[in-house]
């Protein structure tokens, strides 16, 4: 069983940054992905960013160029860089993972943007 632990939000103002980080209890570059979605109230989960294994990535529209998504293989790790936040990225943002024959998610992490 593979854990996902996502930390890093937080409350911020409009205009700035957080970063926040997701820790796997598995290898990361074992994962076919992994990935960030969040999901804010009333409305459905969406994919903000995506890391495939061999590096390549995928954002969102409303996440390109203010977003990036990065990992460090050898903390079994994966972040997300979020700047020039708006208050419609408020959201509970959740680390996703999709190996061969599973997939998982983190519990979320809260993300506030005040305007």
């Known amino acids: 069983q593979v854990q996902l632990v996502e930390s890093g939000g937080g409350l911020v103002q409009a205009g700035g940054s957080l970063r926040l980080s997701c820790a796997a209890t598995?290898?990361?570059?074992?994962?076919?992905?992994t990935a960030w979605y969040r999901q804010a109230p009333g409305k459905q989960r969406e994919l903000v960013a995506l890391?495939?294994?061999?590096?390549?990535?995928n954002y969102a529209d409303s996440a390109r160029g203010r977003f990036t998504i990065s990992r460090d293989n050898a903390k079994n790790a994966v972040y997300l860089q979020m700047n020039s936040l708006k208050s419609e990225d408020t959201a509970v943002y959740y680390c996703?993972?999709?190996?061969?024959?599973?997939?998982?998610w983190g519990q979320g992490t809260q993300v506030t943007v005040s305007s």
């Open positions: 996703y993972a999709n190996m061969v024959l599973n997939e998982y």
């Open positions: 598995a290898n990361i570059f074992s994962m076919n992905s």
């Open positions: 890391i495939s294994r061999n590096g390549r990535t």
